[in-house]
């Protein structure tokens, strides 16, 4: 495993964040599993976490001005530092105020900090993607392996709903790939439920 400093990539129109390689998930279809970078990147393993200040040293570096959205989404789960990439997002919102900021998350913000997180993506993002995957806690604890078990799927559930009365955009994805036709239309419901918008994503071999 080769391992650098890539804080900060290129996908398309936007500019990628990579603040950890912590997950609290282990999936199946996960990038990660197939190679060193995504998308041309040089080594998204980091030889350690950035702090803030060198976060935002990549991002100024790398201009965000010329991207049409930042987006917190790397090698690891972004919300195990939350508290940092909120500080991130908050401070490039100050500087770049017409970049859109999204965070693409599994959702598990709330098991992992123990208290109800949703308040702290309020004023920082502009759109936060949560990772369904599943429409059934079973599949999705075979097939992402959660630290925390059946638990995880019902939390992140929870989690959208009430992080959607604080942030104008949420967004439940899956992986067509992985679902079945049934499953789809199941996850639509949860989505309807839940009320937010069901983003379906083909799978992202490297």
């Not at 900090?113 to 502009?126: C, R």
């Not at 078990?149 to 949420?170: D, M, P, Q, R, T």
């Amino acid at each position: 495993m080769k391992r650098a400093m890539t804080v900060t990539y290129r996908v398309g129109r936007g500019l990628y964040v990579n603040m950890t390689n912590r997950c609290t998930n282990r999936c199946d279809f996960c990038i990660r599993n197939n190679g060193e970078g995504a998308y041309g990147s040089d080594s998204l393993w980091l030889i350690a976490e950035p702090t803030v200040a060198q976060t935002l040293e990549s991002i100024t570096a790398a201009d965000p001005s010329s991207y049409e959205e930042l987006v917190f989404c790397g090698y690891g789960e972004p919300s195990v530092r939350l508290y940092d990439v909120r500080a991130v997002a908050l401070h490039v919102k100050e500087r770049y105020p017409e970049l859109p900021i999204r965070i693409n998350t599994n959702g598990h913000s709330d098991l992992i900090f123990g208290f109800d997180t949703a308040p702290l993506y309020g004023g920082a993002f502009d759109t936060v993607s949560v990772s369904l995957n599943t429409p059934s806690a079973e599949k999705y604890n075979e097939m992402c392996h959660p630290v925390y078990g059946l638990s995880a799927h019902e939390a992140l559930i929870s989690f959208a709903k009430n992080v959607n009365k604080y942030v104008h955009n949420v967004v439940f994805s899956v992986v067509r790939e992985t679902l079945t036709d049934g499953e789809l239309r199941e996850c639509e419901k949860i989505a309807e439920m839940a009320g937010v918008t069901l983003k379906v994503r083909t799978y992202i071999g490297k």
